[in-house]
């Protein structure tokens, strides 16, 4: 018998989850579930090693053509004709008089992409125009498989071939939108012909810059992956999953993936594949200025008469440029992070201030901490510069060299969190909060173990907490960061009065460690790592144990990544002890 058959709760193994709970491996009852909240959206690294957002399609009956759709003038709609997927579900969309179209009324804003799958018929030619926002149009030939011609606010637009004669076209826009139009066009900048049919299927709007997974709808929009209330088991460190627990964040970068404010560069958009793993990334190219090449936006930070501490993160993946520096500009004062190596994934600036996280693919996230004062009046801006060599930013460009970007984030507080993507607005992510497994079958009053295999997000100075109580500060057992640095704290409390209260310091909290807190009458310990590191030979055991819970009483949520938590009702000996946290 292992260890682990003597628990009687065990959250761990990639447990299952939905809207609202977290079940435990073990036992597999939905009264001890744990109840989790979040009211938005987030992302997350997936399974894949790819960051993960939330899913949509804003469009009403997606594949219904003649509910929830319009047309201007004469259009002729037929159902069951044969689909790109071998099945009767696609559309015959004919036209009987000069530039007719099909549309369906929207209400967007911000950065969004259309996309529909269309074949050819006795016309090869359908074009894409939104209504609300000027120079919006993309025509695309279904007889070559070529894009057509674009106006000018049509930031990028694809054609993809399915099979069978069939192509996904999409494009993306900026801007106020009222409707999405389709025409049957007959030419290139050509819909002036009174006849002609193309067979469509499967429409999509979406925010971004890329057309992801279609997603079917009826009478009401489509939001999956990781909407509101889903927790998140979060694949950043390893193979093995950890639930990600964030406090809130708001992204103050109106556009995290559309930086459409060069300075002295050029910009590609959806030039590779980003660390979401669709090509959404921009390049940038530096310019034959002398000078520091980039991106550079302004109006960031809020006006605050004393210095607030912001922190400032991008994804950035190499080309001929290996290096790259993040600088801000608040009233008269520069202040400038060191280089952020793209090569070597290292840094040459102060690591309690600078950070660079491998995300797979060549794709690096540098952040950058700082303190920030910003009065009325004074220069506001951040700049992302290329660098040639490290910290030499002012040089003259070569109009071919540069390195790609993705993912801007400028948020309150002294450590980066997940990526929260933005299309024109800055977007708030509300703290996750996760608890109140309760059961008193559980948890046993007289002896038992609490373990836990946890990452602090930051050695913030916060008390962060795990605890089996009786639902008030009278009654626990704990295992927290404490708000002294790179510290860990066992508490037990009986009856108001604490029987076991001892701390160690460790090297560094956001590093996974084991812990393990073994109460009995007169007999407690904590263990970290394999090794017993604290004890205690006299006190109470706690009364009235039927709950488990990320934060006590009063709030101190832990705030961080969980691997395992597990409940034993009996004090391990040891032996044991050592193997579980070892």
């Known amino acids: 018998m292992t260890v682990y058959n003597k628990a009687s709760l065990v959250l761990a193994e990639s447990p299952a989850y939905k809207a609202g709970k977290i079940q435990p491996y073990y036992p597999l009852t939905p009264d001890v579930s744990f109840d989790f909240t979040r009211a938005t959206s987030a992302t ?3 399974a894949s090693g790819n960051i993960e957002k939330e899913t949509q399609n804003l469009l009403l009956q997606s594949n219904q053509f003649d509910t929830t759709w319009d047309n201007s003038s004469v259009i002729t709609l037929t ?14 969309l004919e036209k009987g008089a000069a530039s007719s179209f099909l549309y369906q009324s929207v209400t967007t804003s911000g950065i969004n992409t259309f996309s529909l799958y269309a074949k050819a018929n006795t016309t090869n030619w359908i074009m894409f125009q939104v209504s609300g ?3 919006v149009r993309t025509f695309f030939d279904l007889g070559n498989g070529v894009l057509g011609s674009s106006l000018s606010n049509v930031i990028d637009a694809k054609i993809e071939l399915v099979g069978s004669g069939w192509y996904r076209c999409s494009f993306s826009y900026n801007g106020n939108a009222v409707a999405i139009r389709v025409f049957p066009a007959d030419a290139n900048n050509d819909t002036s012909g009174t006849s002609g049919s193309i067979y469509i299927q499967d429409a999509q709007l979406e925010q971004g810059l890329v057309a992801r997974n279609y997603q079917e709808t009826t009478t009401t929009a489509f939001y999956g992956g990781i909407t509101d209330n889903i927790p998140r088991l979060d694949y950043t460190d390893s193979s093995c999953p950890s639930v990600l627990l964030e406090p809130q964040r708001t992204n103050l970068i109106p556009h995290s993936e559309y930086f459409n404010y060069p300075s002295n560069s050029l910009l590609t958009f959806n030039s590779i594949a980003s660390p979401e793993g669709l090509v959404n990334a921009v390049k940038i190219v530096e310019n034959t200025n002398t000078n520091i090449h980039g991106i550079s936006k302004t109006s960031v930070f809020p006006t605050n008469a004393s210095a607030v501490v912001y922190t400032i993160s991008v994804f950035a993946k190499k080309n001929q440029r290996d290096f790259l520096q993040i600088q801000t500009y608040a009233d008269s004062t520069s202040i400038n992070s060191n280089g952020f190596d793209l090569t070597n994934g290292t840094i040459t600036g102060d ?8 995300y797979g693919n060549g794709w690096y996230r540098c952040s950058f901490t700082v303190s920030i004062t910003q009065s009325t009046g004074g220069y506001n801006f951040i700049r992302i510069a290329i660098g040639k060599v490290n910290n030499s930013f002012y040089y003259t460009g070569d109009n071919t060299s540069g390195l790609y970007l993705y993912g801007f984030q400028l948020e309150l507080g002294s450590y980066p969190t997940s990526y929260i993507p933005t299309y024109g607005t800055s977007d708030t992510r509300v703290a996750d909060v996760c608890g109140d497994a309760s059961t008193s079958a559980i948890f046993n009053v007289s002896e038992g173990v609490l373990y836990a295999e946890i990452a602090a997000l930051a050695n913030d100075g916060t008390n962060r907490r795990i605890v089996i109580s009786d639902g008030s500060f009278r009654n626990n057992v704990q295992i927290y960061y404490y708000a002294a640095s790179n510290r860990i704290r066992a508490l037990v409390t009986s009856d108001g009065i604490a029987s076991f209260d001892s ?11 084991k812990f393990a807190v073994r109460y009995k009458q007169n007999d407690f310990s904590l263990w970290v790592d394999g090794v017993e590191v604290r004890t205690d030979t006299s006190g109470n055991t706690p009364l009235g144990l039927n709950q488990l819970n990320f934060n006590d009483a009063g709030g101190s949520n832990l705030y961080g990544k969980t691997k395992q938590v597990i409940y034993f009702p ?4 040891d032996d044991e002890c050592a193997i579980l946290t070892t």
Do not use: F, M
């Open 351 to 358: 690591s309690t201030n600078h950070k660079i996280e491998d």
């Open 79 to 92: 159902s069951g004709q044969p689909d790109k997927d071998g099945g009767t579900s696609a559309w015959e």
């Open 503 to 513: 701390n160690y310091t460790l090297s560094d909290v956001t590093e996974y460690h």
């Open 570 to 573: 009996t004090a391990l000996t």
């Open 133 to 135: 926002i000027a120079n």
């Open 44 to 46: 997350r690294v997936n």
